[in-house]
């Protein structure tokens, strides 16, 4: 029988061993009942790509219209220059500075936006075979029809001329001949001009990359003249050579290689390009060349009284419409040229900001189908081709070029 006493003992044991094994169950709840994750942290929205450029350098041409292509607009990235995106989008040096008034050519500036000059208005020439127009620095290939249903195509790139006292000429000749990896030959006028400049230069200069010729020559109709590539790409746009016509290396050869010997080369000088689109009538404004001696005060109206007496088929259409365009906005594009075609129709007069505002914008990358790949070094594989070039007729590869 148990006394009062050992009762208290047993009740006070059981209290203890109670408190004691209640305790024991926090730290075990602890282990399955963890505390819910916090949320990972949101990843910030990476705003959308623009879409790539299309090809800017070809074109079919609709039906009754003299323009192609559209203006376009990029962004800048902080390591770009402007002759960084005017090769990669095809155009000229002098087209994309003159597009682009107060960017610095060398250092746009990261996120600045570049307007990218790809819509042209055609030369008022024949559309047949090569037409260079030396104003807007930029030739035209108008590939034969495979017949005569298939629509007119052009292909278009821009293109460096001769410097002031070297001009190119003007008028039409052919080609008469193609030499890949040419010998470069500098004529005595060339090599005097340099002599006195502190730059002697060779009587000849083996095809590499210190050849000015690049690696695809044209020969001309004209004694001397050419169309080449260049080892100095950033020059194309601008007037650098001693008369010759220089391409970017990826433009000259596909030139090359698409144009056949014999094929008619149509040289005009049109600073004022006027051309058609549906019914409104478009200027292009890239101002004379500095040795064009030509009274252009009225810029497009100064062509007024010229094309009065023109046959062309543009000039008729423009002297039927003669009372609704407006000559006085004709007359301030061309006093700013900056190479982007405005609309001139009386009710259409189309303003510079506000093309450009409504251009698409474009991914800051190579173009869809661009006929450049990227690549600086046109003579990669040098070895592969110094092995080739030994094994032909040095005789067949040399040219006296300006």
């Not at 770009?80 to 000229?92: E, I, M, Q």
């Not at 990359?209 to 004694?223: T, Y």
Request: net charge neutral.
């Amino acid at each position: 029988m148990r006394t009062p006493d050992r009762r208290r003992v047993e009740r006070l044991l059981a209290i203890l061993l109670l408190a004691s094994s209640v305790a024991a169950c926090v730290p075990f709840e602890s282990l399955w009942r963890k505390e819910p994750k916090p949320p990972p942290p949101q990843q910030p929205v990476a705003a959308p790509q623009a879409p790539l450029a299309e090809a800017t350098h070809q074109f079919v041409v609709e039906q009754g219209s003299d323009l192609v292509g559209r203006i376009q607009v990029t962004t800048a990235r902080h390591e770009d220059t402007l002759p960084d995106l005017a090769r990669r989008f095809n155009v000229g040096y002098e087209e994309i500075v003159r597009a682009n008034p107060g960017v610095d050519p060398w250092l746009p500036g990261e996120g600045t936006r570049v307007v990218l000059p790809t819509r042209f208005v055609l030369p008022d020439a024949p559309r047949e075979g090569l037409v260079i127009n030396l104003a807007a620095m930029r030739l035209f290939y108008y590939p034969p029809r495979k017949d005569k249903d298939a629509p007119l195509e052009v292909v278009t790139h821009p293109i460096g001329i001769g410097k002031v006292g070297w001009s190119t000429p003007e008028g039409r000749t052919k080609i008469v001949s193609k030499v890949k990896d040419p010998t470069w030959t500098p004529p005595a006028s060339v090599r005097k001009e340099h002599a006195e400049n502190g730059d002697p230069l060779p009587a000849k200069v083996p095809a590499g990359p210190d050849n000015p010729l690049g690696r695809h020559m044209m020969r001309l109709g004209w004694p001397s003249y050419l169309m080449h590539g260049t080892n100095k790409p950033y020059g194309v746009g601008m007037r650098v050579s001693h008369g010759c016509i220089r391409l970017y290396p990826e433009d000259i050869s596909r030139v090359f290689e698409d144009v056949p010997v014999g094929t008619s080369v149509t040289v005009v000088n049109q600073p004022y390009l006027l051309g058609w689109q549906g019914a409104v009538l478009y200027v292009q404004a890239y101002g004379p060349l500095d040795d064009d001696e030509r009274d252009w005060a009225h810029g497009p109206a100064s062509l007024r009284k010229k094309g009065a007496k023109s046959k062309s088929l543009l000039w008729k259409r423009v002297a039927m419409a003669d009372s609704s365009i407006n000559w006085d906005r004709a007359r301030e594009i061309a006093v700013n040229p900056s190479g982007i075609p405005l609309a001139v129709s009386k009710g259409h007069e189309g303003e510079l900001q506000a093309v450009v505002a409504a251009a698409p914008e474009v991914r800051n990358a190579l173009p869809s189908g661009a006929t450049w790949d990227g690549s600086e070094d046109q003579y990669e594989g040098e070895g592969e081709f110094r092995e080739l070039l030994s094994e032909r007729d040095p005789a067949k590869r040399e040219s006296t070029a300006r």
